[in-house]
């Protein structure tokens, strides 16, 4: 199964899994061991990825502190983000981004964005992770390193539509969608036009979690 395509099944199948059971809390632990295997009967990966719509955000949110569930599960959320950066560090020290070990940060990323949208509607403006975009750079990091810089712009605007601006980077997510077009040699779509004649460099995340070293 192609990283791409792994990438559009879990995300298209995320909404029936969730009519058939209840939302949990992933676990680092468990992550480390519920890799998908990966089958030589899957389908040829599709030349494009449907991102899930963006979470709906009401008017008035809350503001911090938050109760203790929130708490907990904003832990958790910074808890994958470790994770995700250590499991991405590991794979380019192997150069394993061909191999199937990366369906771990396929399933950790995929996690990680699951759980942010969940968080959204409870979130301040102002807190960390509502612009926070480190499982989509990471993915779209891994695409660069295999050469799909097409996907990885797309992977790029996904995190835009998301609300996903910050990258760690001055020039956002957005900066970085433009430069895997340029290595691309793809022109942006109407949609990635708006996003990149908008853009300007992200704020400093003051309260971002550090990550375990690699790239940006």
């Known amino acids: 199964m192609s990283f791409l395509h792994s990438l559009k099944k ?8 969730q009519e058939t059971q209840p939302a949990a809390l992933p676990q680092a632990a468990e992550a480390e061991q519920a890799v998908p295997q990966p089958s030589a009967a899957q389908p040829a990966a599709e030349t494009s990825i449907q991102p899930p719509p963006p979470a709906s ?5 809350p503001q911090a502190p938050y109760e203790q569930q929130i708490m907990e ?8 983000v ?6 991405y560090n590991a794979l380019r020290g192997q150069d394993a981004f ?17 759980l942010r949208k969940e968080l959204l509607p409870s979130l301040a403006p102002s807190d960390w992770i509502y612009p926070h975009g480190e499982a989509y750079k990471r993915l779209a ?3 660069e390193k295999r050469g799909d810089y097409q996907g990885a712009a797309e992977i790029c605007l996904m995190a835009l539509r998301d ?4 990258d760690g980077s001055q020039t956002g997510m957005a900066g970085r969608m433009a430069r895997m077009l340029k ?20 704020p400093t995340e003051k309260s971002l979690p550090k990550a375990a070293g690699g790239e940006s």
């Open 73 to 80: 599960r904003r832990s958790c959320y910074a808890q994958l």
């Open 141 to 143: 990091m891994a695409l």
């Open 163 to 166: 609300g996903a601006v910050n």
């Open 98 to 114: 061909e191999s199937p070990d990366i369906d771990q940060l396929l399933l950790l990323c995929n996690q990680a964005i699951a």
């Open 82 to 87: 470790d994770k995700i950066s250590k499991v």
């Open 183 to 202: 290595k691309a040699k793809s022109s942006p779509t109407p949609e990635m036009k708006q996003y990149l004649q908008k853009r300007r460099p992200a």
């Open 10 to 17: 879990i995300w298209t199948g995320s909404e029936e899994a």
């Open 57 to 61: 955000l009401p008017e008035n949110r």
